[in-house]
């Protein structure tokens, strides 16, 4: 339950930025033709400059969790906090791709750099994506959702190996209201909404920008190093349709468990929606008992295998299927 409160709060702080990569549209007259790599364009667009406050509840089957959403563009800056109102007691602050986390309780603060939120702008300039052969855009009607009317899109995958989503953007400033993910059955697995927004919010900036000091914290910086698969010794054999590589980092054992010894290395993946991370470290049998998959609670789910000496985990908002193909695909260099 622990667990799930903390990514709970995660996916808060990743809808409040960019809505899971697909969160917010400009608003468009009903029935228009709108090609879905330009609606993926509004909605980086759209959620970059809203400003607004707001209660956001992310549910999922019998769980709950919720959090206080600050969010303002000044300039070329954006600045953002999200504070959980249930679980353990945190807040995060954003400033552009500068992320620090904050504990209260014990008094530390973990600050990183997460170049990931760049992820889906960045696929889109791409000579080479194919977004479009692997969702369809639809749009399915207006409903008034937290007290504002909003568009309701559909964004539906054509394969069973990614997710699809509901999405209701609000009508005149197109920031998104709700979000539902979706099985391959079209069953919700996690619904996110706002339970309470203010739209072009009077948000102090300085303030905002004050929430940000860490002074009277311990500060935790986790090392991340920029490497590839390749000069890990690392290899895909076979690719997952749709995925593309967009970065491989090393975290220190510190980072990870201060018990390995050695670091581990997160090549990650996306189709411009959905992000898969395939992680992998020394064997440790004390630690690694089981191979399998766990459903991590709403649409998360991870798969751990063993691959000779090596313990590699797939974690990601996407079917069990699609862990299992990257999973299988993973191969030490030879």
């Known amino acids: 339950m622990k667990r799930w409160f903390g990514q709970c709060l995660a996916l808060l702080a990743i809808c409040a930025n960019s809505l899971l990569f697909h969160g917010s549209v400009f608003a468009q007259p009903a029935g228009a033709d709108l090609t ?39 300039g070329t800056q954006q600045l953002e906090r999200v504070e959980s109102l249930s679980g353990t007691p ?31 702008p960045n696929l889109l300039k791409s000579a080479d994506t194919s977004i479009g052969d692997f969702y369809r855009l639809k749009l ?6 937290a007290g504002f009317d909003a568009d309701v899109f559909e964004l539906a995958p054509n394969d069973r190996l990614r997710y699809g989503y509901r999405v209701w953007s609000e009508k005149k400033t197109g ?39 860490t002074e009277g914290y311990r500060v935790l ?25 967009m970065g491989c980092y090393q975290r220190p054992a510190a980072a990870t468990s201060p018990n390995n010894g050695q670091n581990t290395m997160q090549w ?37 295998r063993r691959i000779d000496n090596w313990w590699a985990t797939a974690i990601g908002e996407v079917p069990a299927e699609t862990l299992h193909a990257f999973a299988q695909a993973l191969e030490r260099k030879k």
Not at 223 to 241: E, F, H, N
């Open 36 to 74: 879905l790599n330009a609606w993926l364009n509004r909605v980086h667009q759209a959620a970059r400059q809203s400003v607004y406050t707001g209660t956001f509840v992310v549910s999922s089957g019998n769980n709950m969790a919720s959090a206080r959403i600050w969010h303002v563009c000044d």
């Open 175 to 213: 920031l998104i209201v709700q979000l539902q993910t979706l099985d391959v059955n079209s069953k919700v697995l996690e619904q996110a909404a706002f339970s309470e927004l203010q739209l072009d919010a009077p948000v102090n900036v300085g303030k905002l920008s004050r929430s940000g000091s």
């Open 268 to 304: 990650v993946f996306s189709d411009g929606v959905a992000t898969v991370s395939l992680f992998v470290e020394t064997y440790d049998s004390r630690r690694h008992a089981r191979e399998g998959v766990t459903d991590m609670g709403g649409a998360t789910h991870t798969l751990t």
């Open 90 to 120: 945190r807040a995060i602050f954003r400033r552009n791709d500068q992320v620090v986390t904050f504990f209260p309780q014990s008094r530390v603060a973990v600050a990183e750099v997460r170049e990931s939120l760049g992820i889906f």
């Open 221 to 245: 910086r986790p090392d991340l190093q920029k490497t590839t698969a390749d000069a890990q010794g690392w290899v895909l054999q076979r690719t997952v349709d749709g995925f593309k590589a």
């Open 140 to 145: 399915l009607g207006v409903e008034r959702i």
